[in-house]
């Protein structure tokens, strides 16, 4: 049997061994990886491998993503605290509790009902109180909620849906993976005087995002 000390210190290692070697150096980060109970939003079965370095299973085809991608993706939102996040692609619901520990509120959106519904009672079980969710196409982004300080998208985008870019706040960052299906570059842009200025921050292979803006089923 598994202890939780077990996971904590296969935790501290993923963060000494994955993250702090290839360039995760944000506190704030580092503490949320070390703290959030990945093992928690995975099938029992794959408890043990959650603090690997390798994507992981969790139906509907879908993945839950590397603990690095995660992290880097998160850290070049750049939250301090205060800020309400637009999350496309809940899936498990990990990325989603490590960015409700970090900023004021998240804003999760999954096309797949089961996956939602799952993610939700993963993270009512954990205690978070600070995220709403919505089964929906997330291509559209969420308007009602608009706009966003950090918007980021954990799926592969043919190119970044027009919605998002129209729901990020000025100042705002959005992180998202654009390019083939097989692979693609995970791209940071920031809204600056209404400008959109695009940074490249690595290669990456994510599952599809599907939808309107997205690739076609
Ligand atoms: N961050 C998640 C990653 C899940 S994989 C985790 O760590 O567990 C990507 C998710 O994006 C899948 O669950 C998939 O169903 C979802 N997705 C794909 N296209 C979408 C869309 N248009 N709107 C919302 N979710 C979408």
């Given at each position: 049997m598994v202890q939780n000390h077990d996971y904590k210190q296969a935790r501290e290692r993923m963060v000494k061994t994955q993250l702090i070697p290839r360039g995760i150096t944000d506190p704030r980060v580092l503490a949320a990886m070390r703290k959030v109970p990945r093992h928690l939003f995975v099938e029992e079965a794959l408890r043990g491998e959650a603090y690997n370095?390798?994507?992981?299973?969790?139906?509907?085809?879908?993945?839950?993503?590397?603990?690095?991608?995660?992290?880097?993706?998160?850290?070049?939102?750049?939250?301090?605290?205060?800020?309400h996040v637009l999350e496309i692609g809940t899936g498990?619901?990990?990325?989603?509790?490590?960015l409700a520990e970090l900023s004021?509120?998240?804003?999760?959106?999954e096309r797949i009902r089961p996956l939602l519904e799952k993610a939700r009672k993963t993270l009512w079980e954990l205690g978070y109180t600070n995220i709403l969710f919505k089964a929906f196409d997330g291509t559209l982004g969420w308007k009602e909620y608009a706009p966003f300080d950090a918007i980021i998208v954990t799926a592969g985008a043919p190119k970044i849906p027009q919605p998002l870019l129209d729901q990020l706040a000025e100042g705002g960052r959005l992180v998202i993976p654009v390019g083939g299906r097989f692979s693609q570059d995970l791209v940071k842009v920031t809204k600056k005087n209404g400008h959109i200025i695009q940074k490249d921050l690595g290669g990456c292979r994510f599952v599809d995002l599907v939808g309107v803006h997205g690739?076609?089923?």
């Amino acid at each position: 049997m598994v202890q939780n000390h077990d996971y904590k210190q296969a935790r501290e290692r993923m963060v000494k061994t994955q993250l702090i070697p290839r360039g995760i150096t944000d506190p704030r980060v580092l503490a949320a990886m070390r703290k959030v109970p990945r093992h928690l939003f995975v099938e029992e079965a794959l408890r043990g491998e959650a603090y690997n370095d390798h994507p992981l299973p969790i139906g509907h085809k879908q993945t839950i993503s590397q603990p690095y991608i995660v992290a880097l993706m998160t850290q070049a939102l750049e939250l301090k605290g205060d800020e309400h996040v637009l999350e496309i692609g809940t899936g498990s619901g990990y990325q989603t509790a490590i960015l409700a520990e970090l900023s004021e509120k998240v804003y999760t959106v999954e096309r797949i009902r089961p996956l939602l519904e799952k993610a939700r009672k993963t993270l009512w079980e954990l205690g978070y109180t600070n995220i709403l969710f919505k089964a929906f196409d997330g291509t559209l982004g969420w308007k009602e909620y608009a706009p966003f300080d950090a918007i980021i998208v954990t799926a592969g985008a043919p190119k970044i849906p027009q919605p998002l870019l129209d729901q990020l706040a000025e100042g705002g960052r959005l992180v998202i993976p654009v390019g083939g299906r097989f692979s693609q570059d995970l791209v940071k842009v920031t809204k600056k005087n209404g400008h959109i200025i695009q940074k490249d921050l690595g290669g990456c292979r994510f599952v599809d995002l599907v939808g309107v803006h997205g690739w076609k089923e």
